[in-house]
């Protein structure tokens, strides 16, 4: 089966940096995805791995070893705004697979 | 601008009362695909389509249909909705590197 793990929960505060591990299992592996989603709302991209290594995009990195099947998200400078669901999710083959999601809330 | 929809946003029905939740999106993309959001379960895949007239299950497609007649939509179907099909639905439709997510349908069978 398919194995995609994240922590639940996590607190950060305002202005900090935090870090948002996701391990996975899978079988077949087309790349990492991490989807940003706010309560009640559709999941936005953020950012895509296939390659290991590091990818910047503004304030939000993603980290992707395949070797080890983990990769992070790396949230700098934190705004109230970050508070969120961060889905981590696996694509292999033709299909996609999601971690539980990890619920960041931000405090001042 | 590049949008997927989704209609209804909010449905409450009966346990075996035929529903149909549609699904459009304009990017002009050959994947498309339902998923089923739950809290502690995360998004499951329930069907997907590579094209127009391929389809297939996803992890969780029992109980539901769904068909790709033109590229543009791809409606999900319940047969028979039970209870255990309440949940939040959303359509995806996939670029090169990424999924757009339609705004999500709130289901209640009753």
């Known amino acids: 089966g398919q194995n995609i793990d994240q922590p639940t929960e996590m607190t950060a505060t305002e202005g900090a940096i935090v870090q948002i591990n996701c391990t996975y299992q899978?079988?077949?592996?087309?790349?990492l995805f991490w989807y940003q989603q706010h309560a009640g709302e559709a999941p936005t991209f953020l950012s895509y791995?296939?390659?290991?290594g590091l990818e910047e995009k503004g304030r939000f990195s993603s980290f992707l070893s395949r070797s080890k099947g983990y990769s992070y998200l790396l949230l700098k400078e934190l705004q109230m705004k970050d508070s969120a669901s961060y889905l981590c999710a696996v694509g292999t083959g033709n299909q996609f697979y999601f971690g539980t999601g990890t619920s960041l809330t931000v405090i001042p | 601008e590049a949008q997927v929809t989704q209609n209804p946003r909010y449905l409450i029905t009966v346990t075996g009362k035929k529903l149909t939740v549609t699904c459009s999106q304009n990017m002009n993309h050959e994947y498309m695909s339902w998923y089923r959001q739950d809290p502690g379960l995360g998004l499951r895949q329930i069907y997907y389509?590579?094209?127009?007239?391929?389809?297939d299950k996803g992890d969780v497609p029992e109980g539901y249909k769904v068909s790709r007649k033109e590229k543009r939509n791809f409606p999900l179907i319940l047969e028979s909705p039970s209870p255990n099909q309440t949940s939040l639905y959303f359509c995806a439709s996939s670029g090169p590197l990424t999924q757009y997510f339609g705004p999500g349908t709130r289901l209640l069978v009753l």
């Open positions: 791995n296939v390659l290991d």
């Open positions: 389509s590579m094209n127009v007239e391929v389809t």
């Open positions: 899978t079988s077949g592996f087309n790349g």
